[in-house]
């Protein structure tokens, strides 16, 4: 894997949009293991569909990667992910700190994409209905 690899994939995540969905086999191999806290999956075309989805429920969801490391055929990133959710009045902005961590083919592309962020702390903290009883368990267990 290249700088120039990895400069291209970030450049692409920071513009992502529905619209350009269409373009991530550029980056992705066609069979590639995908697993966040909700999915996991083995296909480009099932990576697309979690994207997919994205947009269908917030509202100017936006990548910003701050930090990333190389090594070899892998690499890291540290993102924040800015969001609205869209069944939400008002529509408060969130954010979601996050890493990614990529392992890349031959070719230079990315067959292994594992997002690891705290889906209790970073979402359902922060959700009116279930937030309190979350911060009240987070504070029962320390």
Same mark, same amino acid.
């Given at each position: 894997?290249?700088?120039?690899?990895?400069?291209?994939?970030?450049? !692409?995540?920071?513009?992502?949009?529905?619209?350009?969905?269409?373009?991530?086999?550029? !980056?992705?191999?066609?069979?590639?293991?995908?697993?966040?806290?909700?999915?996991?999956?083995?296909?480009?075309?099932? $990576?697309?569909?979690?994207?997919?989805?994205? !947009?269908?429920?917030?509202?100017? +969801?936006?990548?910003?990667?701050?930090?990333? $490391?190389?090594?070899?055929?892998?690499?890291? &990133?540290?993102?924040?992910?800015?969001?609205?959710?869209?069944?939400?009045? +008002?529509?408060?902005?969130?954010?979601?700190?996050?890493?990614? &961590?990529?392992?890349?083919?031959?070719? /230079?592309?990315?067959?292994?994409?594992?997002?690891?962020?705290?889906?209790?702390?970073?979402?359902?903290?922060? &959700?009116?209905?279930?937030? +309190?009883?979350?911060? /009240?368990?987070?504070?029962?267990?320390?």
């Amino acid at each position: 894997m290249s700088h120039a690899t990895i400069d291209a994939l970030v450049a !692409y995540y920071e513009k992502l949009d529905r619209e350009s969905l269409g373009e991530m086999g550029r !980056y992705y191999a066609a069979e590639c293991y995908f697993k966040d806290p909700f999915n996991e999956v083995r296909t480009l075309p099932e $990576i697309q569909a979690i994207f997919e989805r994205m !947009y269908r429920h917030l509202a100017d +969801p936006r990548f910003r990667v701050t930090e990333r $490391i190389e090594e070899g055929k892998s690499g890291v &990133l540290v993102w924040d992910f800015d969001f609205r959710m869209r069944a939400w009045q +008002p529509a408060t902005a969130r954010r979601i700190h996050g890493v990614t &961590l990529l392992k890349f083919d031959a070719a /230079g592309k990315v067959n292994y994409h594992r997002d690891y962020w705290d889906a209790a702390e970073e979402l359902y903290e922060k &959700l009116p209905l279930i937030g +309190p009883l979350m911060r /009240g368990l987070r504070r029962y267990v320390r």
